[in-house]
C-alpha cells in the first residue's frame, strides 16, 4: 500500500514515516500544502496522511481541493489542534478521519485499515491461496503450515499480488503500490524481488503460485496456464 504523508515538521515526518515503512507501508512526503497537491496529481495513493498546520496551503484548504478535483482517496487528518471546531471544518472539507497529536502509532495503523474498509476496499486480515497463508494484520506467511521469513518489502510484494490474486498485474503497477517516489522504473528492483519470494515461497513445493507473463507481468494463481 502506498501513502501520502503531508507533514511540515521534519522530525514528526521521520517518525511517521519509518514506522510506516517497517510496516511495510511505502510512503512518499510532501511538507507543504502545494508540493501535497502536486504529488496527490501525478501519483496514485491508497491513502493520504495530512497534517493541517502547514505552510502554503493549509490541510483544510488541500483537503477541499483534493476533493473538488474528484479524487476520492481516503484521507486521515494529523494534528495538534483538537477544538470540535477545527474537527467539523476537517470534516466538512472532505477529511475521512481525525487523530489528534500525540497519537499511538498502533492507533495511527488501525485507523489506516479502518479508513480502507470504509472507503468500499475491504482487506480481509487473512489472505489463502491454496496452500499459502497470510496474516495482513500481524504480517506473517505460511506456506504448507510452514511460516516464511519475509522482509518488509519482500511481504508488501506477496501481499500485493495476493490481493490480486488471478490478476496479471505489470511492473508500473507493482512499482505504484509496492515502491515509493525514488523507485528507479529502469532498474530490476521488481525481477530481483520476485526471485526471491519464488524462492521463499514457492521452492520445495510441487505446485507454483508465483508466475510470470511474458510481457505483460506476474500473477499469483494456484495453476499456471
Same mark, same amino acid.
Given at each position: ?5 503531508? =507533514?511540515?515538521?521534519?522530525?514528526? +515526518? ?12 511505502? !510512503?512518499? +512526503?510532501?511538507?507543504?500544502? =502545494?508540493?501535497? $497537491?502536486?504529488?496527490? +496529481?501525478?501519483?496514485?495513493?491508497? !491513502?493520504?496522511? %495530512?497534517? !493541517?498546520?502547514?505552510?502554503?496551503? @493549509? ?7 483534493? /476533493? ?13 489542534? @483538537? ?15 481525525? %487523530? ?5 502509532? #498502533?492507533?495511527? $495503523? ?18 489463502? !491461496?491454496? @496452500? ?5 494484520? &500481524? ?7 510452514? =511460516?516464511?521469513?519475509?522482509?518488509? #518489502?519482500?511481504? &508488501? ?29 529502469? +532498474?530490476?528492483?521488481? =525481477?530481483?524481488?520476485? #526471485?526471491?519470494?519464488?524462492? #521463499? ?5 510441487? &505446485? /507454483? ?17
Amino acid at each position: 500500500m502506498r501513502i501520502l504523508l503531508i =507533514e511540515d515538521d521534519v522530525r514528526i +515526518s521521520n517518525f511517521i514515516a519509518k514506522g510506516l515503512r517497517e510496516n511495510s507501508y511505502a !510512503v512518499d +512526503s510532501a511538507s507543504d500544502g =502545494e508540493e501535497a $497537491l502536486y504529488q496527490a +496529481s501525478i501519483n496514485d495513493y491508497d !491513502v493520504m496522511i %495530512l497534517d !493541517v498546520m502547514i505552510p502554503k496551503k @493549509d490541510g483544510f484548504t488541500v483537503c477541499d481541493e483534493i /476533493r473538488k478535483s474528484g479524487l476520492k482517496t481516503p484521507i486521515l487528518m494529523l494534528t495538534a489542534r @483538537d477544538s470540535i471546531d477545527d474537527r467539523i471544518t476537517g470534516l466538512d472539507s472532505g477529511a475521512d478521519d481525525y %487523530l489528534v497529536k500525540p497519537f499511538d502509532f #498502533k492507533e495511527l $495503523l488501525a485507523r489506516l485499515r479502518a479508513l480502507l474498509r470504509r472507503n468500499g476496499d475491504f482487506r480481509p486480515p487473512r489472505i489463502v !491461496v491454496a @496452500d499459502l497463508e497470510i496474516d495482513t494484520t &500481524a504480517r506473517r506467511v505460511w506456506r504448507g503450515g510452514d =511460516e516464511i521469513t519475509l522482509t518488509g #518489502k519482500e511481504y &508488501a510484494l506477496l501481499e500485493y499480488l495476493a490481493r490480486e490474486q488471478n490478476k496479471v498485474v505489470g511492473r508500473a503497477e507493482i512499482a505504484e503500490h509496492v515502491w515509493d517516489e525514488n523507485f528507479d522504473a529502469f +532498474s530490476n528492483l521488481i =525481477e530481483v524481488y520476485i #526471485k526471491r519470494l519464488r524462492t #521463499k515461497i514457492d521452492d520445495g513445493h510441487e &505446485a /507454483r503460485l508465483i508466475h510470470t507473463r511474458r510481457g505483460a507481468g506476474y500473477i499469483l494463481e494456484t495453476t499456471a496456464e
